[in-house]
């Protein structure tokens, strides 16, 4: 008894390796320091890796807007700005605003209204994105690159955007906006004399329109402009989103926000362990099915190992077996042995798992925590009161063959067949009530427990809802720091 007590006293074990590095995002900061040496070359590389962890800056905006004229390009980015408190950087800041080693050369090209190099971008974009406050706050670059040479010139000097947010409308809209464009050269906001005038009469007074904005001049440009998008697409193609902006502002802006917001899908190594949770009849046991067939990975049900474990006769299963056999619910301690055994086996730790039917409340979700025992993915189930009523309590076994049936959705095939079905107890209506009385009184707690859960209607074609779990399987949540 006393070594007994002495095995629960002890500490829970450390998590794998694996587990610990996923959750702490170590897998994407060794990526992101690698990426940095490859490209800067540092001589000192510790050194720089020492810097670049205090830098502390992997999740700074990195964002390109590009697209043709008068998409909105201005707009999109100067918002942007403000919502990341990040660094604008265009044609304009660069020229005008920014005092850089070659800001004067670049603009005697543009004095003689000769065309700008692409070298001689890509210098100055390289040296104002290395400056310190581009470096911690990140940056908006707006309208570059401008085509696939520029773009390679970025990429070899270590300019590798996260986002590239490609606006597009059709020319005849384009060419209608660029001729009410104009510009407040205070603030540099574009406005527009049709779309978006501004209320303040002191900032209608001060607008101008922009030079080079004749219908002849705006063609020019969008002919290049089209020459040049297939090349820059296909460089960009896994991190780029189109984004129609020949629509209300507030929904291009709304588009653009959604998509600068996700994040990619990393090359780190990714082990499923999933939790499904949800009132009986809401569909976790076919979910659990198609997840675990598609992906490999280990389908637990709770309620089925505990059957299990009795059926083998384990020293475990005789100790859970008198609470099976009179309907009682089998201790945590006991459950959570026999979880904890199942979930550190090596094809769980190997290829991830899916586990249904546990944790029933704050509780247990606690002491699954305590052991170490924690998903990265947790999906609540919900389903209106009378769907589950129809789904369960219409139910039928024939005890023959074994065959499952529902009056409703799946009625026997012949009458004799019919005549012999059987209702297992459990899908009574009043069991049922009983069941979902006391999943509703956990469910809330359990949701505040798991603050990051995805939720799940139910109430929906299985093949639906199987493609609304697999995308939120594969994208990567937001890394947490610890």
């Excluded at 007994?4 to 900061?29: C, N, S, T, V």
């Excluded at 995805?454 to 109430?459: E, G, L």
């Amino acid at each position: 008894m006393a070594e007994a007590e002495e095995e629960d006293a002890a500490p829970p074990p450390p998590p794998p390796a694996g587990i610990y590095a996923e959750e702490r995002g170590l897998f994407q900061l060794l990526q992101n320091m690698l990426e940095e040496l490859l490209i800067h070359k540092p001589d000192d590389p510790i050194e720089f890796m020492i810097n670049h962890l205090k830098q502390n800056n992997d999740d700074a905006p990195r964002i390109c807007v590009l697209g043709p004229p008068a998409s909105g390009k201005t707009t999109v980015a100067m918002w942007l700005c403000k919502h990341f408190n990040a660094i604008r950087v265009s044609q304009e800041t660069l020229l005008f605003k920014e005092v850089l080693m070659q800001t004067e050369e670049a603009k005697a090209y543009k004095e003689r209204n000769q065309k700008i190099p692409n070298a001689l971008w890509a210098n100055l974009i390289q040296e104002r994105l290395s400056n310190v406050d581009c470096i911690k706050q990140g940056w908006i670059l707006e309208g570059f690159p401008e085509n696939q040479e520029q773009a390679w010139m970025l990429q070899s000097s270590g300019i590798f955007p996260r986002h590239v947010v490609m606006l597009y409308a059709p020319d005849t809209v384009l060419i209608e906006r660029s001729g009410g464009k104009r510009l407040d050269p205070l603030t540099q906001e574009v406005f527009h004399t049709t779309f978006d005038w501004p209320s303040d009469p002191l900032v209608q007074q001060r607008l101008v329109k922009p030079e080079d904005l004749s219908e002849q001049e705006v063609s020019k440009k969008l002919l290049e402009y089209h020459r040049n998008f297939p090349d820059i697409f296909h460089i960009y193609q896994k991190v780029l989103k189109s984004i129609n902006a020949d629509q209300p502002s507030v929904d291009v802006l709304s588009k653009v926000l959604a998509f600068v917001q996700t994040r990619h899908r990393s090359a780190a190594p990714f082990t499923p362990r999933i939790l499904f949770l949800g009132p009986p009849g809401s569909g976790k046991s076919l979910q659990a099915a198609l997840i675990a067939q598609k992906y490999d990975v280990i389908n637990l049900c709770c309620g089925q190992l505990l059957k299990e474990a009795v059926a083998d006769n384990t020293k475990l299963g005789e100790l859970i077996k008198p609470y099976i056999d009179s309907g009682c619910p089998v201790p945590d301690k006991l459950v959570l042995k026999l979880l904890t055994a199942r979930l550190s086996a090596l094809d769980c730790l190997s290829n991830g798992w899916v586990l249904s039917g546990f944790p029933r409340d704050v509780e247990q979700g606690k002491q699954l925590q305590k052991a170490q025992i924690n998903p990265n993915r947790v999906f609540f189930f919900h389903l209106p009161h009378e769907s589950i009523m129809e789904r369960l309590s219409q139910r039928r076994t024939d005890p023959v063959t074994g065959e499952r049936y529902h009056i409703t959705f799946r009625p026997a095939p012949t009458p004799e067949i019919q005549a012999r079905l059987r209702q297992n107890p459990r899908d009574e209506e009043e069991n049922i009530e009983k069941r979902l009385n006391i999943y509703n009184s956990n469910v809330k707690a359990l949701e505040d427990f798991y603050q990051d859960a995805f939720y799940v209607n139910a109430d929906q074609d299985p093949y639906v809802i199987f493609e609304f779990i697999e995308s939120c399987i594969i994208k990567p949540l937001p890394y947490k720091k610890h």
